[in-house]
């Protein structure tokens, strides 16, 4: 099993930033898709944003938040910046390793997870 391990998470201020990281294990990390989901209490778990050649994010977060990713150091990105009370979840990493042509919004997209990083965003 692949393994995912989440760091940056924390408390800010509404329109503060923060980046997380998610470092995965394993030789073949170009090949996954990568994906950011969040799941705030009493919610069910929501789409953030994935990463493959291309980059894809949930609405909500779109202009605010940027994903990304470094092959060479196996880890993907997530730059949150103007962050919003709502934002305020916790933010699981997956990575995909058969995604063509799969919806990578779905959460069953994906094969490996992480433990997730509490983000609270107060004010």
């Known amino acids: 099993q692949v393994q995912l391990v989440e760091s940056g998470g924390g408390l800010v201020q509404a329109g503060g930033s923060l980046r997380l990281s998610c470092v995965a294990s394993?030789?073949?990390?170009?090949?996954?898709?990568m994906g950011w989901f969040r799941q705030a209490p009493g919610k069910e778990r929501e789409f953030v944003a994935a990463?493959?050649?291309?980059?894809y994010y949930v609405d909500s977060v779109k202009g605010r938040f940027t994903i990304s990713r470094d092959n060479i150091k196996n880890t993907v990105y997530l730059q949150m910046n103007s962050l919003k009370p709502e934002d305020t979840a916790v933010y699981s990493c997956?990575?995909?390793?058969?995604?063509?042509?799969?919806?990578?919004?779905?959460?069953?997209?994906?094969?490996?997870w992480g433990q997730g990083t509490q983000v609270t965003v107060s004010s």
């Open positions: 997956a990575a995909a390793s058969s995604w063509y042509g799969a919806p990578l919004s779905q959460s069953e997209t994906y094969d490996y």
């Open positions: 990463i493959t050649w291309s980059a």
């Open positions: 394993g030789r073949t990390f170009s090949s996954y898709a």
